[in-house]
């Protein structure tokens, strides 16, 4: 890497009288701060001195980063000439930074960064930075520009690609009752209803009855045996959960936001009631004078939440593994065009088992939790369904996720036939669950301690929407067909309301 920087250090007096003295802290500077590192060339100069300020340049090539050198280059000087000469540095202002580097891929597109500009020929890039204050140094920004240029040239070579995918399992052929698809056809009996707005939906007695049953299912054969404990969490997640899971750069165009008025003072409404008596409409401008910035979202999994409950404790060896779950959140996401039935909706119902434990301890509960998977599946829904290896191509290429050799880390997909949307080849299954073992990524995020042992952290999304529309897409919507081992969880169907 190559850089060029030149900074102006504003001081607090006048230095004009001591530009020797100033010239050899310069020249000094390599000797008594950095290392000289194998194959760098550095060089300082200082140019410009008069008054209260001086500029200095760093030409380097090779790992050292300028930058990053700075705001100790502040503190040395500070030092000499604090005792010396009684001047301090008010402060340092970057005027022009140059960096090139390499990339490992040619970019395929424009690459753009907030705060600079990047050129790039062939597989070097240039970012030109001006006007960088102390703050933008201190918070280590210009690093993260560096890795997210890097990033974003990688990301155009993943766009549109699939995430890596490995069958690992995979059931009998089942004949299914029918070819259907069990949402229409629900809604059809009046079992279901559209909701009142996008991807939403009205569970009517029956329809609510198999979505509970799926519940009761969930806790009763799986988590429960397994021990886990049940917690009940909140349902709006403040930013700064997200920022530490990575969801908040992952997903920000799948949130639904929260607002809270800025006010609940009656006489800061008043213009709003006025007007909404008035005209019976909503006045948005004056909604949205009275309404804060979002600084939290609707729950978008329950595991963030969870996780943040042990941020920074020290958990006893003897609560180890913690078994938890969570089933009161509800689960929204913008799934715009991608939404269908009650199989892709924006507001979704999921029961999630969250575990921390030991490497060895995750392990050894991933498989407890297979087997008493694959009873549900098999023996209470008797399904057609199958296991894949998944991990996302963003995991896989920085490294983080998944690796395969072990498979210690990374995601299980459950994926059901669905015999509506065509034969088993060529159509798509439908993720009805997922199991992840995530490592340290969470732990380490929200700092999770234990008193000895080194922790790992994993999460199953069980989706009850995904769960029963797998059961009736395979098994159809009279119960007569329906496997006896389900019966015992829903005898019969409440009988509804009958409309005119
Ligand atoms: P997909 O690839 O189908 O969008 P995902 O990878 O976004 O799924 P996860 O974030 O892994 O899903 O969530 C885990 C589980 O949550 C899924 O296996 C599924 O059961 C459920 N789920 C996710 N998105 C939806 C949705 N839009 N509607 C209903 N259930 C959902
Ligand atoms: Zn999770
Ligand atoms: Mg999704």
């Known amino acids: 890497m190559q850089f060029h920087l030149d900074a102006t250090f504003t001081l607090s007096t006048d230095l004009s009288s001591l530009k020797k003295e100033i010239q050899s802290f310069a020249h000094s500077l390599p000797a008594t701060l950095f290392k000289k590192q194998e194959g760098t060339t550095l060089s300082f100069t200082i140019a410009n001195v008069h008054n209260n300020s001086f500029t200095l340049s760093i030409a380097s090539e090779g790992a050292f980063r300028p ?14 000439f604090g005792k010396t000469h009684h001047i301090g540095v008010r402060d340092i202002t970057i005027t022009r930074y140059e960096m090139t580097f390499d990339l490992e891929k040619k970019p395929l597109k424009k690459v753009t960064i907030p705060f600079g500009t990047v050129t790039i020929t062939g597989k070097q890039a240039t970012l030109s930075l001006s006007n960088v204050d102390e703050e933008f140094l201190r918070r280590n920004y210009i690093d993260r520009m560096i890795s997210r240029i890097k990033e974003k ?17 995979e059931s009998k052929e089942k004949k299914s009752v029918w070819s259907k698809d069990p949402t229409e056809e629900m809604v059809k009996k009046g079992w279901l209803q559209q909701g009142p707005t ?21 806790i009763n054969e799986v988590l429960a045996p397994l021990g886990f404990q049940e917690i009940i969490e909140s349902h709006i997640v403040p930013f700064d959960i997200w920022l530490k899971t990575g969801h908040m750069e992952g997903m920000p165009a799948e949130f639904y936001y929260v607002a809270e008025p800025k006010t609940r ?18 006045p948005a401008d004056e909604l949205q004078k009275n309404l804060s910035t ?3 979202g609707i729950c978008y999994a329950q595991c963030p939440v969870i996780y943040w409950s042990f941020k920074g404790k020290t958990i006893a060896e003897s609560s180890l593994p913690v078994l938890v779950y969570d089933k009161t959140a509800i689960s929204n996401r913008y799934e715009s065009g991608g939404r269908h039935g009650i199989e892709r909706v924006d507001e979704f119902h999921r029961v999630e088992p969250v575990y921390i434990g030991t490497r060895e301890q995750l392990l050894d509960l991933r498989d407890k939790l297979l087997d008493r998977y694959k ?6 829904f008797d399904l057609e369904w199958r296991m894949a290896w998944v991990t996302p191509w963003y995991m896989q290429q920085a490294g983080k996720l998944g690796d395969e050799s072990t498979q210690d880390t990374g995601t299980i997909d459950f994926e059901a036939y669905m015999p509506y949307r065509g034969n088993r080849k060529d159509s798509e299954w439908l993720e009805f669950q997922n199991l992840s073992i995530l490592g340290d990524k969470y732990i380490g995020a929200f700092n999770i301690k234990a008193q000895k042992s080194k922790l790992w952290s994993g999460c199953s999304g069980i989706g009850l929407e995904r769960w029963a529309t797998a059961f009736l897409a395979q098994k159809g919507l009279d119960q007569k067909s329906w496997p006896s081992t389900f019966k015992k969880y829903l005898s019969a169907l409440p009988k509804g309301i009958e409309f005119l």
């Open 198 to 218: 996008k991807g939403k939906w009205f569970y009517r007695p029956q329809a609510a009855a198999i979505l509970k049953a799926m519940e009761q299912i969930a």
């Open 375 to 380: 009873y549900v599946f098999n023996k209470i």
């Open 294 to 296: 979002p600084t939290a």
């Open 265 to 282: 003072d009656a006489k800061s409404w008043e213009h709003f009631v006025d007007l909404t008596k008035i005209t019976k409409e909503i």
């Open 67 to 80: 930058h990053n050198a700075l705001l100790q280059i502040k503190n040395a000087f500070s030092r000499e």
């Open 153 to 169: 040239v990688e990301n155009q070579y993943y766009e549109g690609k699939a995430e890596f995918w490995k069958s690992i399992w």
